[in-house]
């Protein structure tokens, strides 16, 4: 009995083994993703195509990367082959507007209910990022991480010698910036490139007017020009003379740097700077680099998510389908996120793969009031977020508040925020 019962069992296992060989050998063709991952930014992108160069080795897998931080550059690309009929077979897009508002009300982007029914994820991701990636009952991406845009980075060690703790208000860092310029440090924070000026930004601007407020700006209900908003210029305006002169020559990276090498105190941004120093830099959370929600923002977590479509069109749109389900798996979420700084956006993942910073970041995820980053295309349309540069630089020329907050509110108006 127990003889054939394991010749059964054996001759189950070898068709399996013969099925999935078969699978694996006989499916084949081409993949072309599309991301600003380029570079530095690499390593959790190829953790990705590695596992699935394991699942489909017979696949090309075409990694397209643009350079520049934020999809400054990429966006634009993408956008010009999208329009002439060119889609790569899955691309990068933020959750939220940027997703939204810009491919799936031009009826770009292939509806992904179906996989998000047959792979379960309606019960994996949690409610608040699928109600993200909803528009008129179609779900349109598929996120791959969670990453938090108020942050600050500190290097403990300099901190010590200079003396000085992190600030958790803005009055506090206003005081700490005096203190560290008397002590010979010329720019107490470092910023770099504009959409870094953005990133700053956005936390000075939830600092000011707390999470509540926040998301009244993008619903609408509050203008730019109300006195409350307006102090967010204000609040701008003293941050940036704690800043270093030459901010547009410098890459997030290099900005980074300058915390590493204690030439700076303080750098306000995303997570990825965690994958940064730790992936790249191979630096310890908490004892080579320290970090603290950036001031007067504690309690709020400002999210963001990158997440991977299906553009209609796509020339490999079976490839691009199992890219996504492995995005979305699990397994892939473990593979990508530890190496990315960033937390994985399904909720069963393997925690104990995760560093001391990430650990954290996933803690605050749950405690904390959830508000979305208008730098990473999660509150406002793309229309907006580009144009929103012209409104730093008016600022920053002229130091302006009102002709500022005009500037934003024409903006607003005329890409009629907060209508979806
Ligand atoms: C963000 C993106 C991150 C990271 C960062 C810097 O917009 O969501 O994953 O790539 O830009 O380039």
Known sequence: MFRIKSLALAVVMCLALAGGAFAATSYSGRLEIFSWWAGDEGPALDALVKLYKQKYPKVEVVN????????????????????????????????????????????????????????????K????????LTYKNGIWSVPVNIHRSNVMWFN???????????????????????????????APIVVGEAWTQTHLWESVALATLGPADWANLWNGKLKFTDPKAMKIWENFGKVMECANKDAASLSWQQATDRIVDGTSA???????AAGYMSTTRKLKPNTDFGWAPSPGTGGSFMMLSDSFGLPKGAPDREQALDWLKLLGSKEGQDAFNPLKGSIPARTDADMSKYNAYLQSAAADWKANQIVGSLAHGAVAPEAFGSQFGTVMEIYLNSKNAK???????AIANQVRLGSR
């Open 64 to 123: 397209a990367t643009v350079t520049g931080g934020s999809g400054v550059n990429a966006r634009a690309v993408l956008k010009t082959r999208m329009l002439g009929g060119d889609p790569p077979d899955s691309f990068q897009v933020h959750a939220g507007q940027e997703l939204i508002g810009t491919w799936v009300v031009a009826d770009r982007m292939e509806d992904l209910t179906p996989v998000y029914k047959s792979e379960g994820w309606n019960a």
């Open 125 to 132: 991701f949690p409610k608040g990022l699928i109600d993200l």
């Open 156 to 186: 403990p060690a300099k901190l010590k010698t200079w003396g000085v703790t992190p600030p958790k208000t803005l009055e506090e860092l206003f005081t700490t910036c005096a203190t560290l310029k008397g002590k010979g440090v010329e």
């Open 266 to 272: 303080f750098n306000i941004m995303g997570d990825w």
């Open 403 to 409: 002709a500022a907050a005009n500037a934003a509110q």
